[in-house]
């Protein structure tokens, strides 16, 4: 009995020392970020997205980012600060451009300072880019915005309607916007600011084309193209009308 106890006393001792022999399991860190992520002060601090190549570089870049970040995107300082949604390839370029913003931004969108800043809409490819880097395009946006709408400073910013393709296009065009925007609309410096009602196709062009219009009714196809042509015009207003230039600085349908 003795021998026996000797013997696992022995077996054991030798298991012991065995373990302490194993070599130390090394815990898992933070992922290493892709060549060329992640450079500035706090580019990722706190940061818990996936990552592409050449992605986060900044100060501040994508500090707090929860949503994912494609390649060579949120470029500037804070550009991806507090971001949730999905970034595409080459977006959000600019100090502050996709700051806090919660919506999908797509391939090359939202360029500029402030751009897509606090935005909580889907952002098309292209979209959302303001002039030279210019500032503040899509700020605040809450509406659907379409590939390669919303171009200009300040463009769509605060808007809360769907924007179309191509559409929105110049300084202020459809800032503060309310209605749904048609493709291939609202080009021109103010043109559809402050517009409360619908925009059909290929309508509003021109320079504060629509600004405030709609109050009462929609915009139809291909109409108030023209400088003011339906300036504070509360509409409705049928296809293919109020077109042309203005009289003595009065828009053809402004009122």
Same mark, same amino acid.
Request: hydrophobic residues 35%.
């Given at each position: 009995?003795?021998?026996?106890?000797?013997?696992? /006393?022995? &077996?054991?001792?030798?298991?012991?020392?065995? *373990? &302490?022999?194993?070599?130390? +399991?090394?815990?898992? !860190?933070?992922p290493?970020?892709?060549?060329?992520?992640? /450079? @500035?002060?706090?580019? =990722?601090?706190?940061?818990?997205?996936?990552?592409?190549?050449?992605?986060?570089?900044?100060?501040?870049?994508?500090?707090?980012?929860?949503? %994912?970040?494609n390649?060579d995107?949120?470029?500037?300082?804070d550009? =991806?600060?507090?971001?949730?949604?999905?970034?595409?390839? @080459?977006?959000?370029?600019?100090?502050?451009?996709? +700051?806090?913003? %919660?919506?999908?931004?797509?391939?090359? *969108?939202?360029?500029?300072? %402030?751009?897509?800043?606090?935005?909580?809409?889907?952002? !098309?490819?292209?979209?959302?880019?303001?002039?030279?880097?210019?500032?503040?395009?899509?700020?605040?946006?809450?509406?659907? /915005?379409?590939?390669?709408?919303?171009?200009?400073?300040?463009?769509?910013?605060?808007n809360?309607?769907?924007?179309?393709?191509?559409?929105?296009? !110049?300084?202020?065009a459809?800032?503060?916007?309310?209605?749904? +925007?048609?493709?291939?609309?609202?080009?021109?410096?103010?043109? =559809?600011?402050?517009?409360?009602?619908?925009? %059909?196709?290929?309508?509003?062009n021109?320079?504060?084309?629509?600004?405030?219009?709609?109050?009462? @009714?929609? /915009?139809?196809?291909?109409? =108030?193209? @023209?400088?003011?042509?339906?300036?504070?015009?509360?509409?409705? +207003? *049928? *296809?293919?009308?109020?077109?042309?230039?203005?009289?003595?600085?009065?828009?053809?349908?402004?009122?």
């Amino acid at each position: 009995m003795a021998h026996q106890s000797r013997a696992l /006393i022995a &077996l054991l001792l030798t298991l012991g020392l065995a *373990a &302490l022999l194993l070599p130390s +399991i090394a815990l898992a !860190g933070p992922p290493k970020p892709p060549a060329g992520s992640c /450079i @500035g002060t706090d580019a =990722c601090t706190g940061n818990t997205g996936g990552l592409g190549t050449n992605a986060c570089v900044g100060d501040f870049a994508c500090l707090d980012n929860a949503g %994912s970040v494609n390649k060579d995107a949120c470029h500037g300082t804070d550009a =991806c600060f507090g971001n949730t949604g999905a970034v595409g390839v @080459g977006a959000c370029q600019g100090a502050v451009a996709c +700051i806090f913003n %919660s919506g999908t931004v797509a391939k090359g *969108a939202c360029v500029g300072g %402030s751009a897509c800043e606090r935005n909580t809409g889907a952002v !098309g490819e292209g979209a959302c880019v303001g002039v030279s880097g210019g500032p503040a395009t899509c700020q605040g946006n809450t509406g659907q /915005i379409s590939r390669h709408a919303c171009q200009g400073d300040n463009a769509c910013r605060f808007n809360e309607g769907s924007v179309g393709e191509n559409s929105c296009v !110049g300084f202020s065009a459809c800032e503060q916007n309310h209605g749904s +925007i048609a493709k291939n609309s609202c080009h021109g410096d103010g043109a =559809c600011e402050f517009t409360n009602g619908n925009v %059909s196709a290929e309508s509003c062009n021109g320079g504060n084309a629509c600004g405030g219009a709609g109050s009462a @009714g929609a /915009i139809g196809t291909g109409a =108030c193209n @023209g400088n003011r042509a339906c300036f504070n015009n509360p509409g409705p +207003i *049928a *296809a293919f009308t109020c077109n042309g230039d203005p009289v003595g600085g009065v828009g053809v349908c402004e009122k």
